[in-house]
């Protein structure tokens, strides 16, 4: 990345410098902008953002690694086994002191190739102020990348892994270089694209190495540095079928041709096609550079003698020497890639603080969501804690206006719960067994109560009844039916109570359990490490309170129910009127089978004509009943008739059957308001009133300190943690960029 970097020009540069990027034609105002956006990459915003950057891609032993020593001034290491085998990001500073060099070690992945939340630096070694140490150090950073599982302290004393663990590595190494004749650049030198691999190699390094350029160049705002050697087949060189597959329009691709001094007499005009951008045209356009041979390498040609072998080999040497020189040599290629650097940096400023703002505020959302992180004080935030807790449960118990609340879903189960008890109501037949075709009318003085299903029940028939009564008889005097017939029936019929009542408790613990489950989660979710101690305790305590209220709450029920075996009532006037309507429908029903003709007029007659005074009946039953009308038995209607028929040897019978399906239904009534009342007080209720002192005894007043174990209770999840830790070391990334780019206007 070029940045601000002022550099006095020199006749007689150092022989270990660079390529010298001293242009002052750079103005100020650029000189800006570069440094500014080396600054945004030194706080790592590249992670966060796609900042203007170049990366060096080629495949392997294209010349990259000599056109690196000629940007930097600086000797790479090149003994057999050690070229560049994981990215290696150069940052070139303008600085008023004397010379230096850190060399750093950046990791991005774990010693499992698993990505790291956030990418770690290390210094690798002391400050450099000898060029001739830059080497040696590399070399044994790349060993200490390649060997994560090694202290990398051990590689700073020259320590050797017999075999590297790793062929290559996205972890990188980080060079940065000061000096007062250097000109602000940032590159990143990737690991040569290969297509196959040696003995000794893994075949999924030739991914690995392919996405770690794709990882770079992907992003639109990455200048790609092509490098292609003419000593080998332009078409088998895969990295530029890589640039053209993610800068398919050749936009932001400078290529560069290497080591032109191998080309074989006679072919170099394939090679001239490239360089006048006749051939894979850029828009960026080709270069073409000459860098020492590995025998000059050997015998210390100097930095200014490579230049002038480079100079004098494209103006005397043919075809070269014919061409433009705009694009041949490392110096036009340095002003090019400055220019292009700077002219990107430019265009996207002002988008770079768009993204940056909207980024700013997607983290702030971002913290803002995150669980208010544990206090320092867990003693107080757990008794709070308990308490807010506690405040949800029984806010949820007392009811809220949400459609599946706490009582919303409770009231739906005791709704099922009536149905069931009604379900059970005595099916009593007032006819014989054996009777044929019967057909009874329905309870019309129940439509206005009922409006359910009912009668389901145990089937008795009036012969039945009648048997049981003359079984049961002992001392009693003729015509009297001992109680214990009537007691027995209910008794029978009670008894299948107690399924619905437990299935309905079942129902309201499940109901419970599931709705106290959410308010520990809603209420703990910030405590998430494996549930957290404080949820498991929680929900240990709710568990163990649900179960001493639900067994105190079966006992109960158990009670109500052994209640309702006897018959008992004190509600008289309700069983006495039940009764009658219940005698006389099953008179009326049976004299209809034995006195079909009458009962046929009575079913019949409508009540609406009724006789009144002052009217003359036109049949027989108006004639009756307008006769017991003048008679002041007022209010008689048709249906009461049958009970003026003959006394029946089966009515006790009946009269059994009137008071079981009376009591029936004064017991039913008071049984399905005391069961859902006993579950509401004794176990809804009931929880609500001793959870927040049972939470408090079992969490606070456990044994050992207390303030200690609140605090192992009230841990962050791990999880929360980091990503709290992620966002707010992104946030001061984007402040800190945010007031560089405040400061560049």
Known sequence: MAGSGTATPSSSLDSNLGVGLLDERISFRRRRMLNLVDRLHSVGLQSDIDLPQIAVIGSQSAGKSSLVEAFTGIKLPRASGTCTRCPTECLLKYSNGPWTCKVSLRFIKDINGKALGQAKNVEFGPLITDRDEVEERLRRAQRAILNPAYDYNDFLGGFEAETPELSFSENYVSVQIHGPTLTDLSFCDLPGVIASVGRNGRQDDVDLIKSLSIRYIEKPSCVILLTVSCETDFEVQGAFELARKYDPEGRRTIGVLTKPDRIEEGEEHRWIQYVKNEEEPLELGWFCVKQPDPAQLRRGITWEEARAKEKTFFTTKEPWCSLTSQNLGTANLVERLSDTLSDLIAKRLPELQDELQELLQRTEQSLAELPVSPSSDSLAEMVQLIGHFSADVFRFIEGTPEKDGLLQSIRLKQVEFRHAILSLAPDLRPYKKDAKNITVPAMGFLSREETETVGQGKVLHLDEVMEKAHQARTRELPGNVPFVVTQKIIEEIMRNWEKPVFGYFDSVQAIMLDAIKRLIVERFKRFEHAMSLTSCRTRLEVVEQIKQHRDATKEHLRWLINLERRPFTLNSQ?????????????????????????????????????????????????????????????????????????????????????????????????????????????????????????????????????????????????????????LQRRYERLEIAKGELMGIW
């Open 574 to 726: 309700y069983l006495e009127d039940y009764k009658d309507r219940f005698l006389a429908y099953y008179k009326g029903c049976w004299q209809k089978e034995m006195n079909s003709d009458v009962m046929g007029q009575i079913q019949a007659f409508s009540d609406t004509t009724a006789p009144t005074t002052g009217y003359t009946p036109v049949n027989p039953l108006e004639e009756v009943l307008a006769n017991l009308n003048k008679l002041r038995f007022r209010g008689v209607a048709a249906h009461d008739l049958p009970k003026l028929l003959p006394k029946d040897p089966l009515e006790p019978a009946l009269e059994i059957m009137a008071t079981v399906r009376a009591y029936f239904q004064v017991s039913y009534k008071r049984f399905v308001d005391n069961v859902p009342l006993a579950i509401d007080y004794d176990f809804v209720q009931g929880l609500g009133r001793d959870i927040q002192d049972a939470l408090y005894k079992s969490i606070i007043q456990g044994s050992g300190d207390a303030r200690e174990r609140c605090k192992a209770f009230l841990q962050e999840s791990p999880l929360v943690s980091a990503q709290r830790e992620n």
